[in-house]
C-alpha cells in the first residue's frame, strides 16, 4: 500500500515584541527603527517563496489586534502589561503574560507553524515560551548582544545598569542561546562575541547571516538628479550626513568632534544630523541640546544643520543629496543605515565599532574608521571630500557590493536554507 506523505506546514511565525511594529513603520517613535525594518523585509521576501509569515508583537494604545502587512504577511499583536508603550529594557517583565496570551490566541486560530523567529532577547523569551507550547522548533536573531552592548557605552555603570538592565538581559540570554535550535548573528563580530566566556554558544549553534536592504528602493541616480534633490530641499554645498534614533550609542557627539578640521579644511561643507523624533522625550531633548551646545563650543555651529527625523519614503532622497553618509556608533550590531547610502551610490564612512566594516573593502566599497578616535574618523571624511577618484570608485564599487551582498530576497534564502538544513522545515 503506497504510504502517504505527510504535507509539513510552510506557516512562519516571526516574534517582535517592543516598539511600534505596523505595517508603515512609524520611524522616530520608541524603539522603532532598524529592527522593524528587519523583521517586515524579512516576512515579506519569504513570502515570496510561498510562505505565509505571521508577525507577531505586543498589542498596546489603540493598536488593532490584527494588520495586513503585504500578500501572505500579516501583523498579529499581543497585548500585556496594560495599555501603555513600555520600554524594550523591562518588558520582559511582561513577557509570561504576552505568553499566556499568545497561547490562547494561537489555540483559537489552529495554525501550524513550520518554525519561529525571534528577534532581540524580549521576543527571544517569548519564542522560548511558544517553542515550548506549541513544539515548534526556535531560531532566535539577537541584533544586539547585552554584553558588547555594555562594554562599548560610556557612564556611570551604575546609571547604564539602572537604565539598560544589563543584568538581566545577559542572564536571559544565556538562557535564550542555550535553548533555542539555531541562533542568527548578523556579522562574524557577533558570533564571536557569542562563541566567547560571556555567553559560551558552540560555533556549529551560529549561523552568520546579515540584514538585507530594498533594492527596488535604494539605487543611485546621476549627478543632475542629486543636484536636484539637494535644491528641492534647500541644501546648498556639500552635505555629510547622519541620520538614526537620538540615543547614546549613535555616536553623534563623536562625529561633531570629528568635524572642526574637516570643516576648516572644506569651506563648502556642511554636518547635517537628521536625529530628530516625532515624540522627543526629555532625555532626548536633553541629548539634542547637549549636541548643539558641543557645537557651540568648538565653533561649528553655524556649519551643522539640525533636521527632524527622516519619513521613510523620503529615506532614499537623504542619502542620495549627501556627498559622505556617516555611520559613526559607539556601539552598532550591523549598521543597515550605511548600506543603504552606498546602495544609493554615497560614499560612506563606517564605524568599526560594529559589524559590516569587515565586510567591506576599504577604499573600494566604503571608507572605516574608529569614531572613538576623532582624528582618524574626521580623516576618512577628509579624503571622500578631497578626492574625486576615491568618490567615483566608492560610488560604484559601493553599490554593487551592496546589490551584490545584502538585498532581502537573498537573505531570506540564506534563513529558509539555514531551517532546511536543520531539518526544521520541509524542502
Known amino acids: 500500500m503506497p504510504t502517504t506523505a505527510i504535507k509539513k506546514p510552510t506557516r512562519v511565525m516571526m516574534i517582535s515584541t517592543h516598539g511600534y511594529v505596523s505595517a508603515e513603520v512609524e520611524f522616530g517613535k520608541p524603539d522603532t527603527g532598524g529592527q522593524v525594518v528587519y523583521v517586515l523585509e524579512l516576512a515579506k521576501s519569504m513570502a515570496k517563496f510561498g510562505y505565509e509569515v505571521d508577525i507577531l508583537t505586543r498589542q498596546f494604545e489603540d493598536q488593532p ?6 500578500d501572505g504577511v500579516q501583523i498579529l499583536r499581543v ?3 496594560g495599555d501603555a508603550f513600555i520600554d524594550k529594557e523591562v518588558l520582559c517583565e ?10 490562547e490566541m494561537l489555540a483559537e486560530r489552529k495554525d501550524e507553524y513550520a518554525f519561529i523567529n525571534s528577534h532581540y532577547w524580549d521576543a527571544g523569551l517569548a519564542g522560548m515560551g511558544l517553542a515550548d507550547a506549541l513544539n515548534v522548533p526556535h531560531i532566535h536573531t539577537p541584533h544586539s548582544i547585552g554584553a558588547w552592548k555594555r562594554q562599548n557605552m560610556d557612564g556611570d555603570p551604575d546609571q547604564l545598569e539602572k537604565q539598560y538592565n544589563f543584568k538581566k538581559r545577559i542572564k536571559e540570554e544565556r538562557i535564550i542561546f542555550r535553548d533555542c535550535d539555531g541562533v542568527i548573528a548578523t556579522t562574524t563580530q557577533q558570533r564571536d562575541i557569542l562563541m566567547g566566556q560571556e555567553y559560551g554558544v558552540s560555533r556549529e549553534q551560529i549561523t552568520v547571516i546579515p540584514p538585507g536592504y530594498d533594492d527596488t528602493k535604494y539605487f543611485p541616480v546621476s549627478d543632475a538628479s542629486k543636484q536636484a534633490l539637494k535644491a528641492q530641499y534647500g541644501l546648498e554645498g556639500r552635505i555629510v550626513l547622519a541620520l538614526g534614533r537620538i540615543a547614546r550609542n549613535k555616536g553623534y557627539d563623536l562625529l561633531i568632534r570629528a568635524m572642526p578640521p574637516v570643516l576648516e579644511r572644506h569651506e563648502d561643507a556642511k554636518l547635517m544630523l537628521a536625529i ?3 515624540e522627543p522625550n526629555e532625555a532626548e531633548q536633553e541629548m539634542v541640546a547637549g549636541f548643539k551646545a558641543l557645537c557651540d563650543e568648538l565653533g561649528i555651529a553655524d556649519r551643522v544643520i539640525f533636521g527632524d527625523y527622516i519619513p521613510d519614503d523620503q529615506m532614499p532622497d537623504y542619502y542620495r543629496m549627501a556627498d559622505v553618509f556617516c555611520l559613526c556608533s559607539r556601539y552598532e550590531p550591523f549598521g543597515m543605515t550605511a548600506v543603504e547610502a552606498m546602495a544609493c551610490g554615497t560614499p560612506t564612512v563606517v564605524t568599526t565599532e560594529g559589524g559590516l566594516w569587515e565586510r567591506l573593502d576599504w577604499g573600494l566599497n566604503a571608507l572605516y574608521a574608529n569614531p572613538f578616535d576623532p582624528y582618524e574618523y574626521g580623516s576618512a571624511i577628509h579624503h571622500i571630500l578631497q578626492h574625486p577618484k576615491v568618490v567615483q570608485r566608492m560610488i560604484h ?3 554593487h557590493r551592496a546589490r551584490a551582498d545584502f538585498t532581502w530576497i537573498g537573505i531570506a534564502q540564506q534563513v529558509i536554507r539555514l531551517a532546511k538544513a536543520g531539518s526544521l522545515i520541509s524542502v
Do not use: F, M, R, Y
Request: glycine share 12%; charged share 30%; net charge negative.
Open 94 to 103: 511582561e513577557i509570561p503574560e504576552w505568553i499566556e496570551n499568545a497561547v
Open 79 to 81: 497585548p500585556c502589561g
Open 397 to 399: 564599487d559601493g553599490s
Open 276 to 278: 530628530g523624533s516625532t
Open 65 to 70: 489586534e490584527q494588520e495586513q502587512v503585504d
